[in-house]
């Protein structure tokens, strides 16, 4: 069975502070992990995917295999991050079943 | 269309009714899933459909609710005898099915609510 687990549900933090949203998997195979960020009023979309090696909008993520993590972090963050992030697992097998984390919600603060 | 459609955008309805709520996928994209939106519950999964047919299901609640996709495209999510714990927003993302890497694509999603 594949399991996202997102441990906090909000986090909280100042504007130039650093930010690291917590991902952390469960899956007996060979997994491909994203992050999904939904902003006020908008529909859900990706923000990054590990297979890219991207950074957008400032924000990066490594891929753990021996700790199963895929923290999202971001050295300075800014008042428009301030959002709903989802953490996501997708089975490279069969390229089918999306699991995603029950989500952890940023908020940044003056 | 230019993307994920979903119809319609808000649905209040009485305990007991049943529901259909329906996703237009981005032509093409052969994998179709379904998930619920609740607060303090995140993205739960529902079921996915590859073309028509339905290899996971293990999402839905109960037997009250049911999927299907036609023409490997449309796909309609029934919920029958609702209930107040159905209340929720359900939302519908499509992909190509290519490759394990590519993008999910989300509709704007069907807030309903049971009074």
């Known amino acids: 069975a594949q399991r996202v687990t997102q441990p906090e549900k909000l986090l909280s933090v100042f504007k130039g502070a650093p930010v690291e949203l917590k991902c952390n998997y469960s899956?007996?195979?060979?997994?491909?992990l994203f992050w999904y960020v939904q902003y006020s009023r908008q529909r859900l979309q990706l923000l990054l995917r590990h297979i890219s090696r991207e950074s957008i909008k400032g924000f990066t993520a490594d891929l753990n295999k021996g700790e199963t993590s895929f923290h999202l972090k971001k050295p300075f963050a800014q008042e428009e991050d301030s959002a709903m992030y989802y953490c996501a697992l997708i089975n490279t097998g069969t390229a089918s079943k999306l699991t995603f984390g029950t989500g952890t919600r940023l908020q940044v603060t003056l | 269309g230019a993307g994920v459609s979903q119809s319609p955008s808000n649905k209040v309805t009485e305990k007991g009714k049943d529901v259909e709520l329906r996703c237009d996928p981005i032509?093409?994209?052969?994998?179709l899933y379904w998930y619920r939106q609740s607060l303090g519950q995140g993205l739960e999964f529902l079921i996915y459909f590859q073309g028509n047919s339905a290899p996971d299901k293990s999402g839905l609640p109960s037997d009250r609710f049911s999927a299907e996709r036609t023409g490997g495209s449309v796909s309609t999510l029934t919920i029958q005898r609702t209930q107040q714990e159905d209340s929720a927003v359900y939302l519908c993302a499509s992909r190509t099915g290519a490759g394990a890497d590519t993008e999910a694509f989300f509709g704007q999603g069907t807030r309903l609510t049971v009074v």
């Open positions: 899956y007996s195979g060979s997994p491909e």
């Open positions: 032509s093409g994209h052969t994998a």
